[in-house]
């Protein structure tokens, strides 16, 4: 069910659709290398045969889990020896920059990405790189600024729709299967903007023999729905910005639910408390001294008991720190100190705030001129306390 040419394939209007850059790219002729980063099962790898099978050229690819520097010079040189032989105005079209295509490209250590910057930057090979991680962390600086980036995104209804249909009318294994559709909704939510998990569930629901899909077949085919989530990739950044965004804006439900998304994906419930320790005194602070007080606790609560009791701590946290009262007067004024302090440098402590405990520093004025607020009614009195370069500075503000 691969497509082999723009039209057939499915999602990515942004890029492939009429007058979007890739298909005004391919249309030209002229392609540059590139890489594609998206989620599973959106059609990276497709796109790339695609756009070699309609430019005419030569057509490697390598994955980065298997292949190393070795298998990448060898593509290089026989991309050289190609051109060489070809050479000329007139040079058949396949002569052309053959296309290297490098699946999981974020998986190449450093060495093996610097193995591609002269081929890439002379134009013995277009690059065009795989990735479900963000390149700006994975992939090396030289490497990504010879390279343009294109994001493709999750397919979303109508293009799993759009693939169903075409996989019960096109393909003749499965119209032999006589398989009639109820529902749906099941089946695009266990596939989760994949298309190929799509069809995965299609083939494994059809090899139980059943001859209905809908709801009730599909969940009891697949059991359990497998979250997606990556410990130590781009998801496991993007789901804890949203949970403490969620936070920050005292909205309990978003945040149960992406705490719940990240407890699902089996996340470090220590690496939740942390994080919750850190915005209680961020986003609370002093709305609300004793947050810090219950995510503490509920740090060390979480990191005597563990799964799955842990996750009880963590709600009533997150609920709490979502409901109360937001102030980060604290974090503003501290950052707005250090700036001041990195702008004017070591200036001197006035002399009357210096402690004197030797009669030499006492001969110096250290000390002198100092008022004990406890001396004095209310246990304050007017007194200068920051450098005389710095007075009537405000760093902290009330609300």
Excluded at 219 to 247: R, W
Excluded at 248 to 267: F, H, K, N, T, V
Excluded at 342 to 366: D, F, H
Aim: net charge negative; with cysteine.
């Amino acid at each position: 069910m691969r497509p082999k040419t723009l039209d057939e394939y499915i999602g990515q209007k942004h890029l492939v659709g009429e007058g979007a850059i890739l298909r005004k790219m391919i249309e030209s002729g002229n392609i540059a290398s590139f890489i594609l980063w998206g989620p599973p099962g959106v059609g990276k790898t497709t796109l790339a045969r695609i756009i070699a099978h309609q430019l005419q050229r030569p057509f490697y690819t390598l994955s980065a889990v298997t292949s190393g520097v070795k298998e990448v010079r060898d593509v290089i040189d026989k991309a050289k020896r190609n051109a060489s032989l070809n050479s000329g105005l007139f040079a058949p079209a396949d002569s052309r920059s053959p296309i290297l295509f490098i699946d999981e490209i974020h998986r190449f250590s450093k060495s093996q990405q610097d193995s591609l910057l002269g081929a890439v930057e002379e134009g013995t090979i277009i690059l065009i790189g795989a990735t479900t991680e963000n390149p700006s962390f994975e992939v090396i600086t030289p490497l990504l600024s010879r390279c343009q980036v294109y994001v493709l995104k999750s397919l979303d209804k109508e293009d799993l729709l759009e693939l169903l249909n075409r996989v019960l009318t096109k393909d003749e294994y499965v119209k032999s299967l006589g398989l009639q559709i109820q529902d749906t909704e099941a089946l695009l939510r266990y596939s989760g903007g994949d298309a190929r998990k799509l069809l995965n569930i299609i083939e494994l629901v059809s090899n139980s023999g059943a001859k209905i899909i809908d709801n009730e077949t599909v969940t009891k085919q697949l059991q359990q729905n497998p979250v997606a989530y990556d410990k130590d990739g781009e998801m496991h950044y993007d789901i804890i910005s949203a949970f403490i965004k969620s936070v920050r804006g005292s909205d309990p439900q978003a945040a149960i639910y992406w705490l719940a998304r990240m407890i699902e994906g089996g996340e470090d419930p220590k690496f939740i408390a942390r994080r919750l320790v850190i915005l209680a005194s961020e986003d609370i602070g002093l709305a609300n001294p004793n947050a810090m007080l219950l995510a503490n606790t509920c740090f060390d609560v979480v990191n005597k008991i563990g799964w799955p009791e842990g996750r009880i701590p963590l709600a009533e946290t997150t609920i709490y720190l979502a409901t109360c009262k937001k102030d980060n007067s604290a974090i503003l004024a501290i950052d707005a100190a250090l700036a001041k302090v990195r702008e004017t440098g070591n200036l001197p402590v006035p002399l009357y705030l210096r402690n004197a405990p030797t009669s030499l520093m006492k001969e110096l004025g250290y000390a002198d001129g100092y008022k004990y607020p406890h001396d004095f009614p209310g246990h304050w009195v007017e007194q200068q306390y920051l450098p005389d370069e710095l007075v009537g500075t405000v760093f902290w503000k009330k609300d």
